[in-house]
């Protein structure tokens, strides 16, 4: 647990219309240096927002961090002011955002967005700052990174959008990357290519990686440790390996049995979770999970379980853990 | 075939040579490339389906995949005549339908139904569920009776897995997979033999995804509904079609049993695709080769000579830059545009 990013029981809400909507109910998680680690969910589960928390761009209002604490490095990013996070944010921790579509500016050139950041941050010139582009435009795996500088993001595809959007995380030498669902819109061979390279260079420079994310394929193939979400609050957590030979929630086997594989025949069982997600302004006093949970019991409905630890780094929030292992068992 | 009953496609498709309830053969759709406001001149063309034909038999699921461009949806659309093809033929059920229309269309279009991506923009936020769901009985003349009708989007409603009390209800207050099924009520209505989902399912929750795939299986089974499944999702494909067709390009690649081709892919792309996909299982996915294609798609209005699929392929040779593959019959009854691939078989 912990060591470059550590987060302790952060709450956030958004006031809406419809009344306080609990987007993220006091979730614990850190991060090693170097170290790859995947929050799961599905909409509404938190984990963009919590990921947002980190960088201080919850948008206030109508967000509001509530409580909690995010330490990077040994500070406390939530005590600090819009001066000294802004020294930290694209610095030290940088961000990928979805869509490569819209997180780019329209009208400003490859060149111009992606050296701004090198500029600001390590005081390169403009000269240095473009030869550090052409090498980081190489290290993405963009042909012809010279031509690339010139052109607008209209010019480029989907996925060299996307390789634009990690060159400019990488170009600062952070400490963390936060990849929000960095590849959803992508075709899957782009998805496969992306990816690799986003593990690939951040095993390599020792960068660590919090990547948020719904698809399960892909938890499987890159992150060492995951923290799987429901309802703004942290289920399970455990080692990509633990999770999948021995899911510990009621969701988190759902969720497994919900996916669809390649590897499996036409036919095979396919056993989703019934009902539908919590309305997140009417969060009850119990489980958030326990409405489409089959082991709930009473006090499901009145408590809300704790993440306790089950086994080594592997820990969730089920009263009823027993229960769900003998059902597995069965 | 897994342990799984068979369901009535698998007793038709095991009871011999079934009769194709649609046809398209040599389909062709080119979209011209415009340039200049005033003096608009057409400067090239796009050509975003190229040569396809495929078959589907009654009962039969045909799963269409491929990544975007390929020109999947237009295919769907050619079939649902929201688009004129450019040329080839679309046959449904002995007719030949590609330029029919007015009054014979109408019979069509009530046995073709279509089943959305989207299910916030594919409703009609101003009519309520039961309205939605009534208007294409009352187009379509049948159960002229407003109270036979209300009971009919009550049944519709029951068999949708959705609650009676939201006849009355507006899209805006339902979730993602409420909206879904709604969409597939509709579609339901006039009782169609023939259903496209255009990538219906891509935009739900994984948990959500499963319920509709699940109700989607429930309704061919009991109403013998034939599908064409269109989606970029190759797991969804595998578990819902019975056969399955690759498109790359415009073109078709590769197109025979599901099983047979997710187990053992031949086309070069049809590989690449299936190695891209990551399984939820770590334990797999180390063993798993993780060499994926580099480079992308090229753009379908300057497509490469030869096989289009020539500049990404490892097994390329000097004749795929010139001649373009045609479909091709492998033993096991598939087909594949890949003479390379299909030499090495027979050696």
Do not use: W
Request: net charge neutral; with cysteine.
């Amino acid at each position: 647990m912990g060591g470059l990013l550590e987060i302790e029981n952060l709450v956030v809400e958004f006031q809406t219309p419809g009344g306080v909507l609990q987007a993220v109910n006091g979730i614990s998680y850190g991060v090693a240096p170097g170290e790859i680690v995947a929050l799961v969910g599905e909409s509404g589960s938190g984990k963009s927002v919590s990921a947002l928390a980190v960088l201080g761009l919850v948008p206030t209002p109508p967000g509001r961090i509530v409580s909690g604490h995010i330490r990077f490095d040994g500070n406390d990013l939530l005590s600090m002011d819009a001066k000294a996070i802004r020294g930290i944010r694209g610095r030290h921790i940088s961000m990928i955002f979805q869509e490569p579509m819209t997180s780019l500016n329209p009208v400003l050139s490859i060149q111009r967005q992606l050296t701004e950041a090198m500029r600001l941050h390590l005081g390169l010139s403009k000269s240095q700052a473009r030869e550090r582009a052409v090498e980081l435009l190489n290290m993405v795996g963009m042909s012809d990174p010279e031509r690339r500088l010139a052109q607008y993001p209209h010019q480029l595809s989907g996925g060299m959008r996307q390789r634009v959007m990690i060159a400019m995380a990488l170009s600062c030498e952070p400490k963390l990357i936060i990849a929000d669902e960095p590849t959803t819109a992508l075709d899957v061979t782009i998805q496969a290519q992306i990816l690799s390279l986003i593990q690939d260079l951040c095993k390599r420079l020792g960068v660590s990686l919090v990547i948020i994310t719904h698809n399960l394929g892909v938890v499987a193939r890159y992150a060492d440790r995951v923290n799987v979400m429901y309802a703004g609050r942290i289920v399970e957590h455990a080692t990509t390996e633990a999770l999948y030979a021995k899911p510990s929630h009621p969701y988190t086997v759902g969720l497994l049995k919900s996916v669809l594989r390649l590897d499996q025949d036409r036919g095979a069982p396919l056993d989703p979770i019934p009902g539908n997600p919590p309305d997140l302004t009417a969060l009850g006093d119990g489980c958030a999970f326990a409405p489409r949970c089959a082991f709930a019991t009473g006090r499901c409905r009145r408590e809300i379980p704790p993440l306790t630890a089950i086994a080594d780094d592997h820990r969730s929030a089920c009263f009823e853990i027993a229960a769900l292992h003998r059902g597995q068992a069965a | 075939m897994s342990g799984a009953a068979p369901t009535m496609a698998d007793q038709a498709l095991a009871s011999g040579e079934p009769t194709p309830l649609l046809e398209v053969r040599n389909l062709r759709t080119y979209f011209p490339v415009r340039k200049g406001i005033v003096f608009t001149r057409t400067v090239g063309e796009l050509r975003a389906v190229d040569g396809v034909s495929f078959t589907i038999g009654r009962g039969e699921t045909l799963g269409l995949v491929g990544e975007s461009g390929c020109g999947k949806t237009t295919i769907g659309r050619c079939i649902l005549k929201l688009e004129q093809p450019s040329g080839g033929n679309i046959v449904f059920d002995g007719h030949d339908i590609t330029e029919q229309d007015g009054a014979r269309m109408f019979e069509y279009r009530r046995r073709v139904q279509s089943i959305f991506q989207d299910p916030y923009s594919s409703l009609n936020p101003r009519m309520c569920v039961g309205d939605i769901i009534s208007e294409p009985l009352l187009i379509h003349h049948i159960e002229a009776d407003f109270i036979a009708r209300a009971n009919r989007v009550k049944t519709l409603l029951d068999t949708c897995g959705l609650p009676r009390d939201l006849a009355d209800r507006y899209p805006h207050e339902m979730s993602g997979g409420q909206r879904q099924r709604v969409g597939i009520a509709r579609a339901l209505a006039l009782r169609p033999d023939f259903v496209i989902c255009d990538e219906a399912v891509s935009a739900l929750d994984v948990s959500i995804q499963a319920q509709i795939i699940r109700l989607l299986e429930d309704l061919r089974d009991e109403f013998g509904l034939t599908y064409l499944f269109i989606s970029h999702d190759l797991s969804v494909v595998r578990h819902i079609c019975h056969r399955v067709a690759v498109m790359y390009l415009g073109k078709l690649v590769e197109i025979g049993d599901c099983d047979a081709i997710f187990r053992d892919p031949r086309h070069p792309y049809t590989q690449a695709l299936l190695t891209a996909v990551p399984v939820p299982d770590p334990a797999i996915e180390k063993g798993r080769t993780h060499e994926y294609i580099g480079g992308e798609v090229p753009s379908p209005i300057n497509p490469p000579p030869g096989c289009v699929f020539h500049p990404r392929c490892a097994q390329a040779e000097a004749a795929c830059k010139v001649n373009i593959p045609a479909m091709e019959a492998l033993p096991d009854g598939r087909q594949i545009a890949c003479p390379v691939v299909r030499r090495k078989l027979d050696a």
